[in-house]
Structure formats: C-alpha cells, structure tokens
C-alpha cells in the first residue's frame, strides 16, 4: 500500500502570508495527487487534483506542484476563510490513501 | 446538480453489522468512469479511505478493512451499499461517501455513526 506523509502537522501563518504544505508518497505516483481543503463540521472539498490542476471555482491563491513522491500546496496570500485542515491523497493505486492532513489556523 | 446523501443507522451495537446507503442524483452511475468510494472520519482524526465500486462493478478495499467490508451498487436505485461487519467502539466516525472522477469532486454531508452498547 502506498502511505502519504504531510508536514508539517500543524501550522501557524498571518494573513498575507506565503504558506507552503509538503505531501510525500512512499513510492512514486507520478502525478495522481489531490489536495483537499476541510473545515470544521463540513465535508472535505477539492482544491486541486492531478498534483497541479485547479478544480472550478476555487480561489487562484491556491497552487499544486510537484511529481513522483514529493508535492507542494502553496497559498500566496493567506485569508481568513483559508482557515482549515488540509488533506493530500494519492489515487495511483487503486488503493487510495490520505496523509494525516495538516491544521492551518491565523497567528 | 450532482449530490450525494449517505443515510444508514445512528447508532450500532458492538459486533453488530453496519449497512449504509449512498444515493447519488444527477449523475448515473452506468456512466463510464464513474467512481464511489467511502471514506470515514474518527472525531478529530484523520480521512481514512474505506472501499470503491466502479461503474464496470470493480471493487477495491482497503487492506486493513477488507476482511470486513463489502460494497455494492443498485444502478435502478443509483445507490451504492456499503456494510461492516462487527463493529467496534473504534469503527465510531462519520461516514461519508464521495466520488465520481479518480479523485473526489463530489461529497455527500457525512453521517456519524457511533459504536455503543
């Protein structure tokens, strides 16, 4: 099975910042990457899928990138409403797995 | 519009089996490519992916669950079954079921169901 590993667990940024969260896959999954953005009481939802695609609607803040076993999910400016726990999720395998997800809150 | 609407028990006793219904509107699921999978959530843990049927009727699951697990579609009813069997205080979590691309674009609510005697 594939295992995915987010860092850092937790974070801590201001509004304005560049905050950058890294997923790594313990095998290559070339580009099959998701990232998904989930606040409290709500249902995940898709931010970027493909390591790099932006799904519809989703603000351009919000930017994937890598390949193979590391990826990046960047926000250039955070906002308030960017308040929330992120998840990646591998969909090379038939097997899907998420990472442990990482909790992003304003300093 | 495309939604999806998990329903199933509240509440399920210890070893008991767990059934739940994912009843997906304005998408078929005969359509080629269409994916389910059920996901769950423990309080204050992490997405845990559980089990996908395709719209050919292939069926993966996770191997940590699969000796417990079975999923299932009605493509008259457009839904999609999942059952647990015996079900655990742990197993508590809200369920929920998303698809319909090779990554999840789609969502149903969730729906908690707790393990208790």
């Known amino acids: 099975d594939i295992q995915m590993t987010q860092s850092p667990s937790s974070l801590s940024a201001s509004v304005g910042d560049r905050v ?17 953005q989930q606040k409290p009481g709500k249902a995940p939802k898709l931010l970027i899928y493909a390591a790099s695609t932006l799904q519809s609607g989703v603000p351009s803040r919000f930017s994937g990138g890598g390949s193979g076993t590391d990826f990046t999910l960047t926000i250039s400016s955070l906002q308030p409403e960017d308040i929330a726990t992120y998840y990646c999720q591998q969909s090379y395998s038939n097997l899907y797995s998420f990472a442990q997800g990482t909790m992003l809150d304003i300093k | 519009q495309v939604t999806l609407k998990e329903s199933g028990p509240a509440l399920v006793k210890p070893t008991q089996t767990l059934t739940l219904t994912c009843t997906v509107s304005g998408f078929s699921l005969r359509t080629t490519g269409a994916r389910v ?57 809200t369920y929920y079921c998303a698809g319909l691309s090779s990554y999840f674009d789609y969502w149903g609510q969730g729906t908690l169901v707790t393990v208790s005697s």
């Open chain 1, 20 to 36: 950058t969260i890294t997923c790594r896959a313990s095998q290559s999954i070339t580009t099959y990457l998701n990232w998904y």
């Open chain 2, 37 to 93: 999978s059920w996901i769950r959530q423990p309080p204050g843990k992490a997405l845990e992916w559980l089990a996908r049927i395709d719209w050919d009727d292939n069926k993966f699951y996770s191997t940590s669950l699969k000796t417990r697990l079975a999923i299932s579609k009605d493509t008259s009813k457009n839904q999609v079954v999942l059952t647990m069997t015996d079900m655990d205080p742990v197993d508590t979590a």
